[in-house]
């Protein structure tokens, strides 16, 4: 399993900003997927995940109504569209596979948002 997030970078408050997970080495069409995050001195936060056919998402409270979770199957690729972003979205982005015993992590992406 390997997942490759990508897109992170520094974004003014209110601003948008696009995460993008690229997977390989499993059938992606077949799991859920999910993003986290980390900020610097707190637990990992689960931020959204999605079934594997894009019919069902779930997200975390701190980010409802601006974070969204697509997902294409053809391309093997998950997305984190965050719109509306504050400094404490700041932290360390990761995806991962969601499997019934276990989760697989992708190396994590930085997203700083300005005040």
């Known amino acids: 399993v390997q997942l490759q997030a990508s897109g992170g970078g520094l974004v003014q408050f209110g601003g948008p900003l696009r995460l993008s997970c690229a997977a390989s080495g499993f059938k992606f069409s077949r799991y859920a997927m999910g993003w986290f995050r980390r900020a610097p001195g707190k637990e990992r936060e689960g931020v959204a995940c999605i079934s594997s056919t894009a019919d069902a998402a779930d997200y975390g409270d701190s980010v409802k109504g601006r974070f969204t979770i697509p997902r294409d199957n053809a391309k093997n690729t998950v997305y984190l569209q965050m719109n509306s972003l504050k400094p404490e979205d700041t932290a360390v982005y990761y995806c991962?596979?969601?499997?019934?015993?276990?989760?697989?992590w992708g190396q994590g992406t930085q997203v700083t948002v300005s005040s």
């Open positions: 991962a596979v969601l499997t019934s015993t276990r989760n697989y």
